[in-house]
């Protein structure tokens, strides 16, 4: 197959379609998590279908003293690249063919969950993600639009914004894909001395820490509930020798601190080992929270929930995170 570059819009309306058109919008530097969004759009769109893939460096997403002229620019493999997973078009417009008429005086605004956590920390970025979200979208005319999971804010935002203003797109989330070390995939890994890399699967350590916690305590949480208070049952443990394991089992998954709370601490244990290393990792957040609003969420808390992490490491920002239901005997999901 061969994908298509295309640099104006009327040059991809002009395009047949038949079927359904899946869009994966990135910034470019593609790499293999942007691979398995474009794979995955090829599934949905079908064989009779097409997939178009955005590399746009936007730069009202990028505040003061951001890595806008550092960000790579790396369009002949970015092509390569979204040809082998399937791309039948790469859309990569030049800022004047988004932006006809300098910075947009009208602009999507991000509400309320857009201040915070990466909104507290990047002023202003959410509405200039959202802005040129909703541009691209009108742009590429899709059926359906692809994100990642790595960015959860941004992909709640999206859907948020889909839904509120009736674009009539329906949104797809792809997991995060991790190298082997875990670290999450990133085009601003390439930035990170080897030095730097050892201290940033600092991240993903925590996020998995946080999740080993929390699997433990509803295993034990489990085990307590499987084992009634009777005189006859705790006769028949004694007599295997068990009751003390039932008891144990039942103090430590009502201990303090339990739920959120020992998630949040077994995380924040790692990161904060992590901030003396050499390079140390210097935290911006950790959070636990709603993916319908991120707002952290309480002790009683139960359904899908994030834990979400962002650090600088050297002169590298990263964020990572993970899904996580409270109130089931699942840990994760």
């Known amino acids: ?30 790499h293999e998590g942007h691979a398995t969004l474009i794979r995955s759009a ?7 279908g097409e997939v178009v893939v955005t590399v746009f460096v936007n730069p009202l997403q990028f505040g003061a003293g951001e890595d806008l002229d550092r960000y790579p620019r790396t369009l002949d493999a970015d092509l390569k690249v979204a040809e082998q997973a399937g791309a039948d078009a790469v859309f990569a417009p030049s800022v004047d063919e988004v932006y006809p008429g300098g910075d947009p005086q009208v602009r999507v605004t991000a509400g ?7 909104g507290a920390s990047r002023p202003g970025h959410f509405d200039g ?3 040129v979200v909703a541009k691209l979208l009108h742009l590429t005319r899709p059926d359906v639009a692809l994100y990642g999971q790595k960015d959860a804010q941004q992909l709640a935002l999206i859907r948020r914004m889909v839904r509120d203003l009736n674009f009539g797109i329906e949104i797809v989330g792809v997991p995060t894909v991790r190298e082997e070390d875990g670290l999450a995939l990133s085009s601003r890994n390439r ?13 993903s350590r925590a996020l998995f820490a946080g999740r080993d916690r929390h699997a433990a305590q509803e295993a034990l949480r489990a085990r307590a509930r499987e084992v009634p208070a009777t005189q006859a049952r705790a006769e028949a443990l004694s007599a295997i020798g068990e009751s003390r394991a039932a008891a144990d089992a039942r103090a430590v998954a009502t201990a303090a601190p339990g739920g ?3 998630v949040r601490a077994a995380a924040r244990q790692v990161l904060d080992e992590a901030a003396h290393y050499d390079p ?10 709603d993916p319908s609003d991120f707002t952290e969420i309480g002790d009683d808390f139960a359904g899908e929930a994030v834990l ?26």
């Open 1 to 30: 197959m061969t994908t298509a570059l295309l640099s104006t819009a009327r040059e991809l309306h002009a395009r047949p379609r038949t079927g359904r058109r899946a869009v994966v919008m990135t910034m470019g530097a593609l």
């Open 191 to 203: 930035f990170l001395s080897p030095d730097e890399r050892r201290t940033a699967l600092a991240l």
């Open 42 to 48: 090829r599934e949905i769109a079908g064989p009779d």
């Open 260 to 262: 959120p709370a020992a």
């Open 112 to 118: 309320p969950m857009g201040e915070r956590l990466e």
């Open 280 to 289: 140390p990792l210097e935290l911006d957040y950790l959070a636990l929270v």
């Open 308 to 333: 979400a992490v962002a650090a600088r490491v050297g002169a590298t920002r990263l964020i990572d995170n993970l899904p996580l239901t409270f109130g089931t005997l699942g840990a994760a999901s």
């Open 129 to 131: 993600m959202l802005t």
